[in-house]
């Protein structure tokens, strides 16, 4: 079994910053893709960031030049630095990682069980 664990969650105000973590354990032979994904109330979950083993990113055009996603490959882990927060982000922050847990197996993407973020104006 693969677990991804969020933290870093919580309350804040208009303009400012958090620092969400989220870290990988289990059965795990290689992590590729890892990632952040958002679900504000009614609307779908959609794509924030996300980055490969080779460290290449991709962000959502609306957190481009804010948000900031790293990982730290050793601990299994990545980490979503996020600025100028607007009260529309608020919502429930998910981690992503695309798997392998063999290395004949293919990856499978796991999902955490999400982070709240409130961004009060």
């Known amino acids: 079994q693969v677990q991804l664990v969020e933290s870093g969650g919580g309350l804040v105000q208009a303009g400012g910053s958090l620092r969400l973590s989220c870290a990988a354990s289990g059965s795990i032979f290689s992590i590729n893709v890892m990632g952040w994904y958002r679900q504000v109330p009614g609307k779908q979950r959609e794509l924030v960031a996300t980055i490969t083993s080779g460290s290449s990113t991709n962000y959502a055009d609306s957190v481009k030049g804010r948000f900031t996603i790293s990982r730290d490959s050793a601990k299994n882990t990545v980490y979503l630095q996020m600025s100028s927060l607007k009260p529309v982000e608020t919502g429930v922050y998910y981690c992503?990682?695309?798997?392998?847990?063999?290395?004949?197996?293919?990856?499978?993407?796991?999902w955490g069980q999400g982070t709240q973020v409130t961004v009060s104006s």
């Open positions: 992503t990682a695309a798997v392998s847990r063999s290395i004949r197996s293919s990856a499978s993407d796991y």
